[in-house]
């Protein structure tokens, strides 16, 4: 009635929508309900929590995420009031590359999961795999070592062909910063993790090599889910025209978001690293920020994780990781190169 009051008198509108003409006066002139006020500024909190999130969030993450910002709004309440703003997550993409590659004369090791993704502390399981990156130079290939029970992404590396070093950088990162004993790595039956690299690499560690079977997705799971919330989130809302870029944006998104801050509902709707601090405290133990690798530690593009540098990295990824005379030759001189 209101938009039409320039086309016909209010008394005909009103007789026409059978509402009285006192009625429609006193709602024009009466101020907002107290809800009506509230919805207004849970709708700026809404908004503010969807931006933080890269505009990726939805329903179920908004409403953690206020709750622990000590606003109480139902589930319901929200989802409406992102309706009605315009507001929703990312979805899946559609769409494959295939970056498993079967090696027919290497034995893959047995399937010591079985499809089933649990554990029960820290560095007892954990799945990898590697996933396209798109640019315009070409593509480009991560590789990611997941821990099961935390979600955190422990060990990832970032290079333009799908080679075994990509795979041992990733390991190499993941073993550097967990100092795990007996962990399990689950992953597929691609030639990189069934090459004889690899394999001996498991072998100096102690690592218990894992692999699923041919052409089954559902046998490596959780490390697939990781690579959609990555798609979804980051690779199918960017255009990347140099490694480089791709490679800057993985970073900032794997130690900027995904790890320190991005809710996961595995875990109660809390990060990966605040999951793994709130089971420190629990324990007793000190609280650590980092897990031995400061932020900001990756592979370079296609550089083999035992490249030797004049000087030691705080990088593992960036030194031998168990090469005795390396260690002994960096303290005795930090300045020289070490003998390898």
């Known amino acids: 009635m209101k938009a039409c009051q320039a086309d016909a008198p209010v008394r005909t509108l009103c007789r026409v929508l059978r509402v009285s003409t006192s009625g429609f006066y006193d709602w024009r002139d009466r101020s907002p309900s107290p809800r009506a006020q509230a919805n207004v500024v849970l709708a700026q909190r809404i908004s503010e929590v969807h931006r933080a999130s890269d505009t990726t969030y939805g329903m179920p993450r908004i409403h953690a995420e206020l709750a622990d910002l000590g606003v109480t709004a139902s589930r319901n309440r929200i989802a409406r009031l992102m309706r009605l703003h315009g507001l929703r997550g990312v979805s899946r993409r559609r769409g494959w590359c295939v970056t498993t590659k079967r090696d027919k004369d290497s034995r893959p090791a047995p399937d010591l999961v079985q499809r089933q993704f649990t554990a029960t502390a820290l560095n007892q399981l954990w799945v990898a795999d590697m996933t396209y990156i798109p640019t315009w130079a070409g593509f480009g290939y991560l590789a990611v070592v997941l821990d099961v029970f935390s979600r955190k992404v422990v060990g990832w590396a970032f290079g333009q062909r799908q080679t075994a070093d990509l795979v041992l950088a990733a390991l190499n990162m993941a073993l550097q910063t967990r100092r795990p004993?007996?962990?399990?790595?689950?992953?597929?039956?691609?030639?990189?993790?069934?090459?004889?690299?690899?394999?001996?690499?498991?072998?100096?560690?102690?690592?218990?090599?894992?692999?699923?079977?041919?052409?089954?997705?559902?046998?490596?799971?959780?490390?697939?889910?990781?690579?959609?919330?990555?798609?979804?989130?980051?690779?199918?809302?960017?255009?990347?025209?140099?490694?480089?870029?791709?490679?800057?944006?993985?970073?900032?998104?794997?130690?900027?978001?995904?790890?320190?801050?991005?809710?996961?509902?595995?875990?109660?709707?809390?990060?990966?690293?605040?999951?793994?601090?709130?089971?420190?405290?629990?324990?007793?133990?000190?609280?650590?920020?980092?897990?031995?690798?400061?932020?900001?530690?990756?592979?370079?593009?296609?550089?083999?994780?035992?490249?030797?540098?004049?000087?030691?990295s705080a990088c593992p990824q960036a030194r031998p990781l168990d090469n005795p005379a390396h260690e002994r030759a960096i303290k005795k001189n930090p300045t020289q190169p070490a003998k390898a």
Not at 218 to 236: K, P, R, T, V
């Open 181 to 312: 004993r007996g962990v399990i790595h689950h992953s597929d039956q691609g030639s990189q993790y069934t090459s004889l690299d690899f394999g001996k690499r498991c072998t100096q560690m102690g690592v218990r090599p894992s692999m699923g079977s041919v052409g089954d997705a559902y046998d490596n799971a959780m490390a697939e889910s990781f690579f959609a919330s990555l798609e979804c989130e980051l690779i199918d809302r960017r255009v990347w025209k140099t490694f480089a870029q791709a490679r800057m944006d993985l970073f900032t998104w794997i130690e900027g978001w995904y790890n320190p801050r991005r809710r996961h509902s595995g875990i109660g709707q809390r990060s990966p690293m605040n999951f793994e601090k709130a089971l420190q405290a629990a324990a007793g133990q000190p609280s650590a920020a980092t897990d031995g690798l400061p932020n900001g530690c990756f592979a370079p593009v296609d550089k083999p994780p035992q490249a030797r540098m004049k000087q030691p």
